[in-house]
């Protein structure tokens, strides 16, 4: 990857002119079967682009109470474009109940809100990874189309998704209306997320970007790696999940230590232990040079990605033990 940025061709981006940049943009709007990409700096950027492209002031978007977008992207729509969620309870397997976004589109009446998107997330990263299948965004696009709504999907791990149902990614966004996917996280690019929907959509959200200060001139430094992320990268992450795998089978045999269900590369294991909070297992695993996150209420989050072998996976256990013990 540093290779590939070292080498790329670059030219002003924001003018349409970096052939590199362009060749991802291309290369992922085929990849997903959609008809034009963007590159932008980050999911969040990337969802966030997305909302303001579909909505007006006084839109709503239905999402899940455990989304991403809802938690940790400090509900940038409703900040900078007058966009209400409209929170549905996400089920333990990360979907929306379908009765539940029903209930939540809004009659055409003055005292509401206009319903305008409903934005689903996959992999979804707080129910542990788990992945949605083909036939339940099929489900949720249908019902998004047949009452004049459009469906966005947060896919920051969307391959993910599809290298653990062994389905082409084109199956799990066909009837989206937009999908942002991140080149970074389990596809190891540095930074870099991107956009993809209808050209006309594009046009809109290629003026988002802009107005959020997303336009990065000679950005085919940052897309060079994307492209290697796309081409080399995917295939690899089967081997993530298997180590995650590995990972909770482990620790599943340690004191204190009760792991939740595996479906990609993301294992949450609950501590309660009589030595260790979960903050306090945190900083003892870093001083032993592991990383994962305490996320409050005795949670850790562990994540397994490129450069984590299982070698390492088996260290880290023997780590554990010793600590636990
Ligand atoms: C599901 C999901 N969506 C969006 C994002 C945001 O991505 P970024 O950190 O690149 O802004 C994340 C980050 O962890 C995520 O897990």
């Known amino acids: 990857m540093r290779e590939a940025m070292a080498r790329a061709r670059v030219g002003d981006d924001v003018f349409g002119e970096d052939p590199t940049v362009n060749q991802l943009e291309t290369m992922a ?3 997903l079967g959609k008809e034009a990409g963007l ?3 980050s999911g969040t950027q990337g969802n966030l682009v997305s909302l303001l492209s579909h909505c ?3 839109d709503e978007v239905i999402m899940g109470h455990d989304s ?3 938690n940790y992207e400090q509900v940038g729509s409703a900040v900078l474009g007058g966009i209400a969620p409209r929170i549905v309870p996400n089920q333990a397997d990360g979907t929306l109940r379908l009765d539940d976004i029903e209930a939540a589109i809004m009659p055409d009446n003055v005292h509401f809100g206009t319903s305008r998107l409903i ?3 996959n992999t979804h990263n707080r129910r542990g990874g788990v992945y949605l299948t083909p036939a339940y965004t099929q489900a949720v696009a249908d019902l998004a189309h047949s009452r004049g709504l459009k469906l966005h999907i947060d896919g920051a791990r969307i391959f993910n998704a599809a290298v653990a149902q062994g389905v082409d990614v084109q199956e799990l966004v066909k009837d989206a209306d937009s999908v942002t996917f991140c080149l970074s996280k389990g596809l190891s690019a540095p930074v870099g997320s991107v956009v993809v929907g209808s050209a006309d959509f594009i046009k809109r959200a290629r003026r988002m970007r802009k107005v959020l200060g997303g336009g990065m001139r000679q950005a085919g430094v940052i897309a060079a790696a994307g492209i290697v992320a796309l081409t080399e990268m995917v295939d690899r992450l089967a081997e993530d999940h298997t180590n995650a795998r ?5 620790l599943a045999q340690m004191p204190g230590i009760t792991p939740e269900p595996v479906y990609t590369n993301i294992l949450y294991f609950q501590v309660d232990h009589p030595r260790y909070t979960a903050q ?7 001083a032993q040079g592991v990383g994962v996150l305490a996320l409050g209420l005795g949670r850790i989050r562990a994540v397994t990605h490129y450069g984590i072998t299982a070698d390492d996976i088996a260290e880290t256990l023997e780590i554990m033990q010793m600590l636990l013990s």
């Open 56 to 58: 007006h002031r006084g």
């Open 246 to 250: 590995m990972l909770a089978a482990g």
């Open 68 to 70: 991403h977008t809802y």
């Open 39 to 41: 590159l932008v700096t």
């Open 29 to 31: 709007a085929a990849m």
């Open 280 to 286: 306090e297992l945190q900083d003892a695993l870093a």
């Open 119 to 121: 934005s689903l997330e």
